[in-house]
């Protein structure tokens, strides 16, 4: 059975910093590009970042460059999303997903919403103090 299972949101003040893991089972991560989604209340689900199969590629959302770190450990079937200087607008669920898409080289973004054959099920971070 396919899995992809999120784990590490919680609570956190302003200038916090959250680690989020996302573990699969089922599958090989390692023939698929991962990414990062949240949604927050009342908006809809957003990309946020992306590596691929090697992790030599990564991208970013403009509103989390420089805070957030996208990487992967294939070994462990396992990415991970690091978050540091949270401010309340990262407050959502946060998702991840998986996709055989590579990303897009040529214009440098992510793969769309689309095209991710396996999504876990989210994890909530709220920043608030």
């Known amino acids: 059975q396919v899995r992809l299972v999120e784990s590490g949101g919680g609570l956190v003040q302003p200038g916090g910093s959250l680690r989020l893991s996302c573990a699969a089972s089922?599958?090989?991560?390692?023939?698929?590009?991962i990414g990062w989604f949240r949604q927050a209340p009342g908006k809809e689900r957003e990309g946020v970042s992306c590596i691929s199969r090697s992790s030599f590629t990564t991208y970013y959302a403009d509103s989390v460059k420089g805070r957030f770190t996208i990487s992967r450990d294939n070994t462990k079937n396992t990415v991970y999303l690091q978050m540091n200087s949270l401010k309340p607008e990262d407050t959502a669920v946060y998702y991840c997903a998986a996709t055989v898409t590579p990303p897009d080289f040529t214009n440098r973004v992510c793969p769309g919403t689309s095209e991710y054959a396996y999504w876990g099920q989210g994890t909530p971070v709220t920043v608030s103090s």
């Open positions: 089922g599958f090989t991560m390692h023939y698929y590009t």
